[in-house]
C-alpha cells in the first residue's frame, strides 16, 4: 500500500522525467496539475478512510480477543472446580465399585450353590412327599385290617362265649 507522500513523490518524478507531457501551455499545466491535486487529495481522503476503518475493525478484534481470552479464563476455571469437586467422589467411586465386582464374583458361586442345593431340596421334599402318602396309605390299610381283625375277633369270641353259654 502506498502513502500519499509517496504517491506525490512517484508525480513530481513522472513529470520531471518526461512521463507527464508539457502541451507548452501554461492553463493546460495549471489544469493537469489540478487534477494530479484533486486525484491525489482523493487518494489520500480514500486512504484516510481505509487507514480509519482498518484501525476500527483491528480495536474491534483485539477487543473480541480481549473477551476470548477472560471467556478462556473462566472456563479454565469452571474445570478445575468441575474437577476438584469430582476427583474426591471418584476414588470413592472407584472403591466401591471393585468391592462391588468382588463380591459378585463371590455371589456367582454362591448362587449357583443355592439353585442346585433348592433343586436337590424339590427333589428330596418330593421323594419325602411320597414317602409319607405312601405310609399314610400303608396306615390306613393297616387300620383297616386291625379293624377287620378286631371285628372277626370279637365275632369268634362272641360265638365261643354263646358255645359256652349253651354248654352251660
Do not use: W
Not at 472407584?94 to 442346585?116: H, M, W, Y
Not at 371285628?151 to 358255645?163: Q, S
Amino acid at each position: 500500500m502506498t502513502t500519499p507522500k509517496q504517491m506525490e513523490q512517484q508525480v513530481v518524478k513522472m513529470k520531471n522525467s518526461g512521463i507527464i507531457s508539457y502541451s507548452g501551455s501554461p492553463m493546460i499545466d495549471d489544469r493537469e496539475e489540478e487534477m494530479t491535486r484533486s486525484a491525489l487529495s482523493a487518494f489520500r481522503a480514500k486512504e484516510e478512510e481505509i487507514e480509519k476503518k482498518r484501525k476500527e475493525v483491528s480495536d474491534k478484534v483485539q477487543a473480541q480477543l480481549g473477551r476470548v481470552e477472560e471467556e478462556t479464563k473462566r472456563l479454565a476455571e469452571i474445570r478445575e472446580k468441575l474437577e476438584s469437586f469430582v476427583d474426591p467422589a471418584g476414588k470413592e467411586v472407584t472403591i466401591v465399585r471393585k468391592k462391588i465386582d468382588l463380591v459378585n464374583r463371590e455371589l456367582k458361586p454362591l448362587g449357583q450353590s443355592c439353585q442346585r442345593k433348592e433343586k436337590e431340596y424339590k427333589e428330596a421334599l418330593d421323594a419325602f412327599n411320597t414317602k409319607s402318602k405312601e405310609k399314610a396309605q400303608l396306615l390306613t390299610k393297616l387300620m383297616e385290617l386291625v379293624s377287620e381283625s378286631e371285628k372277626l375277633r370279637m365275632k369268634k369270641l362272641e360265638e365261643l362265649n354263646k358255645h359256652i353259654e349253651s354248654l352251660r
